[in-house]
């Protein structure tokens, strides 16, 4: 047996504190009623059958609650082979890794967000194949377009400002690789590539790159990370300066990005602070993409066994719920 939620079971190391809690609750009333009179009569007017019927409810409402704690973990036994034959847009993500993606004009900083978009953005394309180029002074394939999403978010969680050592920032070299990457992947239908960066091109080389891009009929949706007021550049958690002693500055540079995307064809978005309406207006423009056949792909797909544990537990909560103590026939003092 699996866990599809393992973390959740954590919680169940909370288990023996209630139920200590709970059996020192039933003691200090058992000892609170003693402090109030005679045994003989307290047990007539307490009985073994409420004191009982106390117990049981705490016992059923601890079974309910580690039952229920089991089942939100998602139980899994057993599994199935299912052949999935799936269509859609081939996607190459270009992921601006260049030092100007420190800066802290969002927060955390700009690589942070470009990230947590990214994800956004994979949410939103799962079915179709997605590969990754990362750029900064050059630009580097770092994972061919597949429909292993796992994978992908593996390699993005593994991006930093140092995994690429030239220095710089060449949208144009972007552009390229990853018209090349589309080229010698030999895919057919629809070809997109998403530019996540802050849009400063140090080269200059961008607008030729898209040109040659278009003509590969390859659309680019451009998301700009960072905003037009800007922030410090820091280099080693030192703040960047010129030679005359100022601090370096970089800002989101949208025009750029909005001359690319018209010239592909495509669209491009400032994320802002907050990405969701830019993410889902690049994700309708590449679900609009002219769709191909994917290769049919073999997946296994665990089977869910949760109701093994729900429905007890649903059966211990309402028994607790619904009894009640024995009724007690006080006799008549002579």
């Not at 800007?230 to 005359?244: E, N």
Request: net charge positive.
């Amino acid at each position: 047996m699996r866990f599809d939620n393992p973390q959740i079971l954590y919680l169940l190391f909370l288990w023996p504190v209630l139920a200590f809690i709970g059996w020192n609750a039933l003691a200090w009333r058992k000892r609170a009623a003693r402090k109030l009179g005679d045994e003989a009569v307290l047990g007539r007017l307490y009985p073994a059958s409420i004191r009982n019927w106390r117990r049981r409810r705490v016992v059923l409402l601890l079974l309910a609650l580690g039952l229920l704690t089991i089942a939100a973990a998602r139980p899994q036994y057993g599994q199935i082979e299912q052949t999935i034959q799936s269509a859609g847009t081939n996607v190459i993500v270009a992921f601006d890794v260049s030092p100007s993606m420190r800066a802290r004009d969002v927060q955390p900083d700009r690589l942070e967000r470009a990230k947590s978009s990214l994800k956004l953005l994979l949410h939103r394309l799962v079915g179709q194949r997605v590969g990754i180029v990362v750029f900064s002074g050059t630009a580097v394939l770092q994972c061919p377009m597949t429909l292993d999403q796992a994978m992908v978010r593996l390699i993005l969680d593994s991006l930093g400002t140092d995994s690429i050592s030239t220095a710089g920032t060449d949208i144009g070299a972007a552009i390229r690789t990853t018209t090349l990457a589309f080229e010698n992947d030999g895919s057919q239908g629809g070809r997109a590539m998403v530019l996540i960066t802050d849009g400063e091109d140090n080269e200059g080389k961008a607008i030729d790159a898209a040109k040659e891009a278009a003509a590969k009929k390859i659309a680019i949706y451009a998301i700009g990370i960072g905003t037009a007021a800007g922030a410090p550049l820091q280099d080693g958690g030192q703040f960047k300066k010129d030679a005359g002693g100022k601090s370096v500055s970089t800002a989101l540079d949208m025009k750029t990005l909005n001359e690319i995307a018209r010239i592909t064809g495509g669209k491009a978005y400032a994320a802002g602070f907050s990405p969701e309406s830019a993410i889902g207006s690049v994700a309708t423009g590449i679900d609009q993409q002219e769709k191909v056949k994917f290769d049919a792909r073999r997946e296994v797909i665990h089977q869910d066994r949760f109701q093994w544990f729900l429905a007890p537990a649903l059966f211990f909560l309402l028994w607790a719920i619904a009894s009640s103590p024995k009724a007690t026939v006080l006799a008549k003092p002579r």
